[in-house]
């Protein structure tokens, strides 16, 4: 089956610690997203990435890294340097980089990060 | 920037009845993508329902419909036949052709009770 795996599904780290969280497809899609939701928010956009090699910060990407060595992984380290890092993270990829045409952004199961 | 934003932080429906989610958008483009995610407590983001902006015709997906005003930058999503599994939050979201990473900007989220 097609899809997109997060692992794992809870993580929780002590605070000052960097953790990495897992995202991939094999989907075969050339665009992946990371996105953070907070209780009772919506999605706000960490970074994403478009094609091997190359990712572009969103929204809220301070205190955040990624790298894109592979077309069907695309891994976030939440830093120390993350002021609250505690939340829930969703991973999501897109079929093609091109603007035009409704396509959708399929998501993974999330991973639900707590720091204390 | 655009901005989307859902009034409604709770409805309540009565199973088998309708209830309808409302959601409004900031943005002076005239092309653009409008999606409706359903989040439910696994908290996979799962598409509702999507519509292009230059067609007139409200999207329509089995008992989901929209109701697409784009001169009132409205995009509302109704409910039909509610079933327990329609309960969870639900995002409307939003996307430019021409966005950055082609980038959904997301509502803060209506959260939909079934009741029995």
């Known amino acids: 089956d097609g899809g997109i795996t997060q692992s794992p599904k809870y993580l929780f780290r002590k605070e000052g610690q960097n953790v990495t969280l897992s995202c991939e497809q094999n989907?075969?899609?050339?665009?992946m997203y990371w996105y953070r939701q907070d209780p009772g928010q919506g999605l706000r956009l960490i970074y994403y990435?478009?094609?091997?090699?190359?990712?572009q910060k969103g929204d809220i990407a301070e205190g955040y890294s990624v790298s894109r060595e592979k077309k069907e992984s695309f891994p976030l380290t939440v830093t120390s340097a993350q002021k609250n890092p505690t939340a829930f993270y969703l991973c999501?990829?897109?079929?093609?980089?091109?603007?035009?045409?409704?396509?959708?952004?399929?998501f993974g199961p999330g991973t639900r990060l707590t720091v204390t | 920037a655009q901005t989307v934003t859902q009034s409604q932080p709770e409805m309540s429906v009565q199973e088998a009845e309708t209830v309808t989610l409302s959601c409004t958008y900031d943005?002076?483009?005239?092309?653009?993508?409008l999606f409706w995610y359903k989040q439910p407590p696994s908290r996979q983001m799962i598409l509702v329902i999507r519509q292009e902006a230059y067609k007139q015709q409200n999207a329509t997906e089995n008992r989901f419909s929209v109701n697409f005003q784009k001169a009132a930058k409205s995009f509302s999503l109704k409910i039909s036949d509610s079933q327990l599994g329609d309960a969870a939050m639900y995002f409307c979201?939003?996307?430019?052709?021409?966005?950055?990473?082609?980038?959904?900007?997301f509502g803060g989220g209506t959260r939909v009770l079934v009741k029995p």
């Open positions: 943005t002076s483009e005239s092309d653009y993508y």
């Open positions: 999501a990829s897109k079929s093609g980089t091109g603007g035009i045409g409704p396509y959708e952004q399929y």
């Open positions: 979201a939003y996307r430019s052709p021409g966005a950055a990473g082609n980038k959904l900007t």
């Open positions: 989907l075969n899609h050339d665009a």
């Open positions: 990435s478009q094609i091997v090699n190359d990712f």
